[in-house]
């Protein structure tokens, strides 16, 4: 017999952002590292195909899941620690992730308010190591613990271990998190004790300075770029999306300059590799898809790289327009868009 905490044939229409129906076979909501034992452990569930739900809203559900949801809900979150330079904090993987933040500031541990009001889940936050306005929670975490579905075992996996990088870590480069092998169960970050502010992204300061703000607070910082972000990305309550459709490409800065050449507009965010990153929302404009809908879908009109469900759409809607604009980038750039959010 199975766990009674696995339910049979569940609707994952609420569970993802971006509102597309489909079923899972079994579902389970983890509150306790018990549960995980139970079923790392349960012969009925070997070659089971598993996979971690956070919130859903990094997910393009392709089909009806023939496997186990477990929708991870482990809470708590709490000081952990200090030493010199840092404090440290912790969260457990179903914490959500914009609540954690705000938590950290009213608590007086600054670092993570560039990142406020990214949706979603403590525990998903690594898989692709999250970022927005200037900052990654790269450069805040510091280890986390990870359940090991195959062996039953706790790991800890440190900064380095999960090799994070712009939109990826080991978890999306292994493809662990489509096979479902590892559960995070808590993130432990490192905030600083030495706190500067991040103004880099040229429309925190440009909103700043229109408020009059010369040295802000963490707090003040934080309200920033929820306003930014307010402005330009749906609320996928209101308008269901995933976020960004499509990762920024990064390319040669031979090829940057040469596009920058000739559209002397296009955005260019020079990495510390010598790579350049380009704005896909810029290319997904001038390519006039912005805006535009094809089916139930469409490209959204204050922010071209997010792809939003106009009501009852289906995966074939999304394929239709993602493979269109696509077309249409490569047509007029030369460049390849690669989707961001994970395809199940
Ligand atoms: P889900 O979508 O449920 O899952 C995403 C991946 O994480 C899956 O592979 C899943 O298996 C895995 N996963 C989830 N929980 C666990 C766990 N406990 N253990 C192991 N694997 C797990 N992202 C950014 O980086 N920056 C942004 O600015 C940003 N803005 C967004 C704005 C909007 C409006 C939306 C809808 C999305 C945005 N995103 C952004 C994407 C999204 O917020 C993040 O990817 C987020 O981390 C997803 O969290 P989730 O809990 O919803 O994960
Ligand atoms: N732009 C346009 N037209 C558009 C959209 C953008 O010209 O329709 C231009 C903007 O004017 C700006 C540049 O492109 O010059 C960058 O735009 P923006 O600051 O809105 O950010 P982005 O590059 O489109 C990325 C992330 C977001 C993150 C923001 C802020 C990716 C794939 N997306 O978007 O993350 O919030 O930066 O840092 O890297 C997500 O991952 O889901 C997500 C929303």
Redesign the pocket.
Known sequence: MLPDFIVPKANLTAHNTLGLSASAERFARIETREQLAALAQHPDLIGQRCFMLGEGS?LVLTGDFPGLILKMALKGRAWAGEDDDFHYVTAAAGENWHDFTQWTLQNGYPGLENLSL?PGTVGAAPIQN?????AEIKDFLHELEAFDLTSGEIRHFSAADCKLA??TSIFKQEGWHLSGRYAILRVLFRLPKRWQPRTG???IEAHLEVRGIQSPTPQQLAETVIRI?RA??PDPAKLPN???F???PVVAAELAAALTGVHPGL?VYPQADGKVKL????L??KTGW?GRNLGAVGMHE?????LVNRGGARFADVQNLARAVREAVFARFGIHLEP?PIFL
């Open positions: 990094n990214i999250i970022g927005a306005y200037g712009y939109r992204y040229g429309e972000r330009k990305l995933a976020g960004s499509f990762q920024n955005p704005a896909a929302g810029w997904i404009e912005k204050a922010q071209a790289l997010v961001e």
